[in-house]
RNA sequence: AGAGAGGUGGCCGAGUGGUCGAAGGCGCACGCCUGGAAAGUGUGUAUACGGCAACGUAUCGAGGGUUCGAAUCCCUUCCUCUCUGCCA
């Protein structure tokens, strides 16, 4: 959520920011937030005038009764009963204000860096980096899913009975490399420094609310209406959460976080090749890589964070692309987002593995986490967050790339994971 | 699920109707002390909104109510802890 000051004092950086994503009525939208905030001073400042004299009496009622002049009090007790009301209807109408604005601000997504080129869709994406060789598989390559029922690894079926689509089930050497998989990005990340956290998977409305999931997005997860909890789409919310509310010394900064978690995503709305096999689950598991940084440094922090993803790729010799989304594309929250994409010769088509992104203080905001600077004043921290990485496609892309006549190929470095190096 | 206890500042913790934005401690900042440090010692130190500022207002989990006046009394609600039950 952007705050209101910063859209009084940089209206125009504002418009021109929410240009680049597209963003429709901004213009209107700006305006009202700026009379609805207006409105809400205003009130503001004649509700405290009202309570401050109502104090004021109220102390002199006090002084009275003590010195024991009982008429004295009497005759301003009867004053004070109009200003309560006077009182009560301008905390009202305050209270009216500043839902409505509240509301506006929801509605508002975060400006995009000055390096985000303006664009409405993933086609205006730019390509700023592309790595690793793509191989050379000839006519008999099969796609991931043929693969999987081929070895035996994944049945999408079996999935489908137990639950439904977008659930598939992991078997034999499909599960081992699942755990290999997770075993070695956790190894990799808090090799890099991060600090493993083991986080609940079901998170209540504050924390979807304070890392942007709500509101408007509520159809994107599972909900649990017993209790209120929503099944998390990414670890994002619970990792990033655990910082909800604090305020933080500058010795604090940098904090690194990383955690596995499955994922839970609705996604209704898909259909065809696109999500055909591994490439779009309901459930799928991820291991997220999570930062809390001073601002000055979160630019920094997040090419800390695509360099390492890098690394990752690199190790596991995939072909792979980075872009930087253009303003559409961005999500609703980030300011700045850099998406990595492997590519799966068989499908012959880029799969989003890990998408790594500063929010500035737009989810800080909400949290309320804050450290304090020089001056010795609260100031909202940076947030970000990438996945390191997400399962699904990475394992699509490595059935896919390194399929052999003889089997599937385990890249090196996954081997002391997985115990075998072959799975045919 | 049943019974009980509790939610107060960055943290811990006192506070049962006005003098309480709130004692005390810890932490933090600055100073003294010291060759330097530790210890000791002095001072300062909540947040938000409005205002150029002086200052005003609000906030003691949240929302209502009683009262001239509420951290304190009443109601509702959320959360946490302990015991019992159930269970990995």
Known sequence: MLQVQFIRDHKETVLKGLAKRNFENAESIIEEVLSADEKRRATQVSLDNTLAESNKISKEIGAFFKSGEIQKASLLKEKTGQLKEQSKALSEALNEHTTALQSLLFQIPNIPHTSVKAGNSEDENERIFSEGTIPNLGKNALPHWELAKKYNIIDFELGNKLTGAGFPVYKGKGAKLQRALINYFLDKNTQAGYTEVQVPHLVNEASAMATGQLPDKEGQMYH??????????????????????????????????????????????????????????????????????????????????VEHIKSILRELKLPYRILRLCGGDTGFTAALTFDFEVFSTAQDRWLEISSASNFETFQANRLKLRFKNKEGKSELAHTLNGSALALPRVLAGILENYQTAEGIQIPEVLIPYTGFSMIN
């Open 224 to 305: 649990c209406p017993e209790d209120d909890l929503y099944l998390i789409p990414t670890a994002e919310i619970p990792i990033t959460n655990m910082f909800r509310g604090n305020l933080l010394q500058k010795s604090d900064f940098p904090i690194t976080c990383t955690g596995y978690t499955p994922c839970f995503r609705r996604e209704a709305g898909s259909y065809g090749a696109h999500v055909r096999g591994l490439n779009r689950l309901h459930q799928f598991d991820k291991v997220e890589i999570v930062r809390i940084e001073h601002p000055e440094n979160s630019y920094n922090a997040l090419n800390t964070m």
